[in-house]
């Protein structure tokens, strides 16, 4: 059995290379490290097999001048940052995770805390080597064969197997990172404050407290980051640390609406009235939840599953307020609930961000789930947002066809490229109508 990181098993094996050329030659899916939460990593069922990359992880050149990358879709971003980190660059985005593949990262287009200046993943790339559906191994990039590559970036592996990637890394002045946090008390001053705090950090996120209620509606804490000046950092680098890790699955019944409850209120009292400013490495600054290996095996053995969505600026601010309050009337209780706000969409052409409020949370997956998530998506689908597929395992194909008007455009390069739909995964088998 396969699954992705929210523990919902589909029936398949993978099988992993240090040779990516041979291991894609007949694959239907290639997958990373399977850090995706729902079925964009899984197969369809008629082909149970998936090409693993983490053993094709080779870096192929750098240029020191300019930052330039080029290395294997299997290298991970912890290689990456911990082999550069010490030379002065580290990856220009980078998600919540850096357990991910360089494959997975522009297969998803992912963005992170800096979303709002420096866009996703994708706008960092330069070019892509790729094995397409006819078996071909070409090239593609912002210049050339531009369809392609603005369909893969953001793609989901379904234009083609990622074999190589060029991308920019980011020039940083030191290995440490100024954090700053605060208190928020609502969900209106939240979106403020994001917006306040974007202008002068390039780093923001905040944690919501997704079961207060009334004017406590989406109180919690913002969070802020920039590398640190010269100055400012402690001599040498940072120590990666030993992370403790859930031993077994817990029982369902562990995470439930008052534990809940008690998690976010002493989450958010934990942190005192007054700004807190600190040094962190950029580990435990950017990825928090690497440090605990296995945390998904918290909710339980039905697993859960992780819905994210963008609720556009022309939704006005009130958008994230009817989200929270569906959410709550729906009784969907979250420890984890992240709140962004979106910079600018990016250049691939299902890349989830648009210029807004995008809302993550964690659901452990009961038997209203289903239900939960449509309730969800309706909302979506009326304030003109969308859902991410990397995080997706439960939208049902007409919700996410009226979220996706640049759906059809996508098809079409999509088809071009593989007009006998080969490439597939269980989620485009889901959601996109492909054959099984
Ligand atoms: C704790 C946590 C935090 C996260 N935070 C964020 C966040 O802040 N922002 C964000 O954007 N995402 C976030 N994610 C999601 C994660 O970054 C993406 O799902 C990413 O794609 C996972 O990379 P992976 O290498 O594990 O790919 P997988 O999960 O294995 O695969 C993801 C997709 O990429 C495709 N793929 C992988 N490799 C290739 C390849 N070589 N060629 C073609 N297709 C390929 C797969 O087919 C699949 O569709 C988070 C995930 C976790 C678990």
Redesign the pocket.
């Known amino acids: 059995m396969l699954c ?2 929210g523990r919902v098993p589909v029936a398949g094996r993978e099988v992993r290379s240090e040779d ?1 050329e041979e291991l894609t030659r007949r694959a239907v ?9 729902g079925d ?2 899984l197969p369809p069922p008629s082909h149970p097999v ?1 090409a693993a ?1 983490p053993l094709a992880d080779r870096i192929l050149s750098f240029d020191g001048a300019t930052g330039r990358l080029r290395a294997e ?2 290298l ?1 971003l912890r290689a990456l940052n911990r082999t550069f980190l010490p030379r002065g660059f580290y990856a220009p985005v980078t ?3 850096q ?3 360089l ?11 800096n979303h709002h200046r420096d866009g ?1 993943f994708g706008a960092h790339v330069t070019r892509l080597r ?1 094995r397409v559906a006819d078996g071909r191994i070409l090239e593609c990039s912002p210049e050339e064969e531009t369809e392609l590559f603005r369909a ?1 970036v953001g793609g ?3 234009t ?4 190589e990637v060029e991308c920019r890394l980011a020039r940083v002045p030191s290995t440490w990172i100024v954090a700053e946090s605060e208190r928020i008390h609502d969900v209106d001053r939240f979106i403020d404050g994001l917006k306040e705090a974007g202008v002068r950090w390039p780093y923001t996120m905040g944690w919501i407290d997704c079961l207060s209620r009334g004017s406590l509606l989406g109180r919690g804490i913002l969070m802020k980051g920039r590398w640190a000046e010269p100055d400012e950092a402690p001599p040498g680098l940072p120590r990666p640390r030993r992370r403790p890790s859930v031993p077994l699955v817990l029982p369902g019944w562990v995470i439930n609406r008052w534990t809940v409850r008690a998690f976010n209120a002493a989450f958010f009292r934990c942190h005192l009235p007054r700004v807190r400013r600190r040094l962190v490495d950029p580990e435990s600054f950017f ?1 928090p ?2 440090a605990i290996g296995h945390w ?1 095996r918290m909710y339980g053995p039905r697993g859960f599953t ?1 819905y994210q969505c963008v609720l556009p600026e022309s939704a006005g601010r009130g958008a994230a307020r009817r989200f929270l309050e569906l959410l709550t009337r729906r009784g969907g209780a979250s420890m984890l609930c ?1 709140i962004k706000d979106c910079g600018a969409e990016g250049i691939g052409l299902l890349s ?1 961000p648009k210029p807004g409020i995008s809302i ?1 949370l964690d659901i452990p997956i009961r038997d209203d789930t289903q239900d939960l998530v449509d309730a969800l998506n309706e909302l979506v689908v009326t304030e003109r947002g969308r859902i ?4 997706d395992q439960f939208t049902r194909p007409a919700h996410f066809r009226a979220m996706e008007p640049r759906l059809e455009e996508w098809t079409c390069i999509r088809r071009k490229w593989d007009p006998e739909g080969r490439l597939r ?1 269980a ?1 485009s088998v889901r959601l996109l109508a492909d054959r099984p």
Request: positive net charge; charged residues 10%.
């Open positions: 992705g990181w990516l899916l290639c997958r990373g490290l399977g850090r995706s939460y964009s990593s998936v990359t879709a299997g991970s998600p919540g995770t357990l991910i593949t494959g997975g990262m522009v297969a998803a287009d992912v963005h992170g805390k996703c790729m893969t989901m592996g379904l083609g197997h990622i074999l990825y939840l690497d998904n992780q992240v989830f993550a991410y597929l990397a995080k995964s989620q």
